[in-house]
């Protein structure tokens, strides 16, 4: 398949998950492509599975030093790119009460802070007429319980990507946000989270959600590119992946 063929993109969080599924699609399609993660154990795995089809790097974005240095390697190895994904984010479940200011901090470095500064150091790097996405959350406009902080960091991101979107017009780089719901990804999103309460989290998902299941990654995956290849009169929306979640969906009375 040469879909991607002589195409360049940088997955951020691309190595497990739906960026990880991002890849690969790319990858298939004929793309060279980079990616990044933070946990060495996802790293390793990303490395043996995509074997030599992918640059596979680590990269904390929460951290500027390790930004700066990761827009080093995609100038070294890649040069221009055509499309920037930012997938890579963090959660945690807590009610307001609980909220530390360091959990805060963990969860806006990465969601917002590291999303924001990755994408301003790669900006250069990407070719005009190219496009950026942004991985949200459905959250990015709900008021579910014990999502203050991590809602707040995807409502942030979701308004930078709209800005963004307009200040790049001139270059005609296109941006754009994929907001999913319930996916069954092997964290849930919430990589703290014990093995019973991911579970527990999986039900609730199935039972909340219009469609009754949790999408898959590779769902996730196909909205995401179509957002960077085949969306050309569109910037600055929001495309959700819920199964009807944030659409109000209520079915027929029996």
């Known amino acids: 398949m040469t879909r ?36 060495q154990r996802n790293i390793e795995a990303a490395r043996a599975r995509l074997f030599s089809r992918a640059h596979v790097v680590r990269c904390d974005i929460s951290d500027m030093a390790e930004i700066v240095t990761l827009g080093a390697e995609v100038g070294q190895k890649l040069g221009q790119i055509d499309f920037l994904h930012i997938n890579a984010g963090a959660a945690n ?31 250069p790097l990407i070719t005009d007429g ?8 459905i959250a990015d406009e709900s008021g579910t319980g014990g999502m203050s902080v991590y809602s707040g960091s995807k409502a942030a991101l979701r308004a930078f990507a709209k800005v963004l979107a307009a200040e790049l017009l001139p270059r005609r780089i296109r941006v754009n946000v994929v907001s999913p719901g319930f996916i069954d990804t092997p964290t849930m999103g919430v990589a703290d989270a014990s093995s019973e309460e991911r579970a527990a989290f999986m039900a ?38 819920d199964g009807g979640l944030g659409q109000d969906l209520s079915p027929l009375p029996a």
């Open 4 to 39: 991607y063929a002589s195409k360049k993109a940088v997955v951020i969080g691309g190595t497990h998950g739906m960026g990880l599924a991002v890849a690969e699609a790319l990858i298939e399609g004929g793309a060279e492509v980079l990616v990044s993660g933070r946990n």
């Open 93 to 123: 479940l807590e009610p307001v009460e609980r909220v530390t200011e360091d959990s805060y901090d963990r969860i806006f470095n990465i969601n917002a802070k590291g999303a924001f500064f990755t994408a301003q150091r790669l900006l």
């Open 130 to 137: 190219g496009a950026i996405v942004f991985t949200s959350s």
């Open 204 to 241: 609730i998902g199935d039972a909340v959600t219009p469609m009754k299941r949790h999408g898959t990654i590779e769902e996730v995956a196909r909205a995401v590119l179509f957002l960077a290849f085949d969306a050309t009169f569109t910037t600055g929306a929001r495309l959700t992946v």
